[in-house]
């Protein structure tokens, strides 16, 4: 969820003076992002796991490309599959619903699996994880498994591709 106006705008300006402090008010996203206690304990042991609260610069970067992208949803034209915890405390779901009914795009898929946190694929019980993998390669076999159609695999990519045209080449006479 987007902070209040006046947190943004007071730490953006702060952005320019300490933009290495560590001062942004954040829950412990390791707490709320894995279900199970022994991948939260996991990911704390981990020397290459960052577990500090965000650097002031990184949070404001990470606010302007979410508002950007949420800005643009309408541009995504490829297919796409979203898969979201019903129970996400880290990302709203109702931002992934807004891509999916927001998107340009005619190939869409939303998942919503009701009772899972935000770590589908790693942070969940293994037989929560296996359920996300089995929607995924399901979606993706579906959109890759060769079919009896006799048209080339070059015209089927251009049903996506946009017209592209080159400027016209200007002659220099020396």
Known sequence: MK???????????????????????????IDIAFKLPSKRQEVRSNPLCYKG???????????TVSLDIEKNLQQVSLPFIVVHGGDDKVTDPSVSELLYKTAASSDKTFKLYP?????????????????VFADI??????RTEVTSSPRLEREQKG???????????????L
Do not use: Y
């Open 3 to 29: 902070p209040p106006k006046i947190v943004v705008s007071v730490l953006s300006m702060l952005t320019h003076v300490i933009p290495t402090w560590k001062i942004v008010p954040t829950t412990d996203i």
């Open 53 to 63: 609260r965000p650097r002031l610069k990184t949070a404001n970067e990470l606010l």
């Open 115 to 131: 009772g899972m946190w935000h770590t589908l694929t790693s942070g969940e019980p293994v037989e929560n994880i296996d359920i």
């Open 137 to 142: 390669i399901s979606w993706l076999k579906e």
């Open 159 to 173: 049903d996506n591709d946009t017209p592209f045209r080159m400027a016209p080449a200007v002659e220099k006479k």
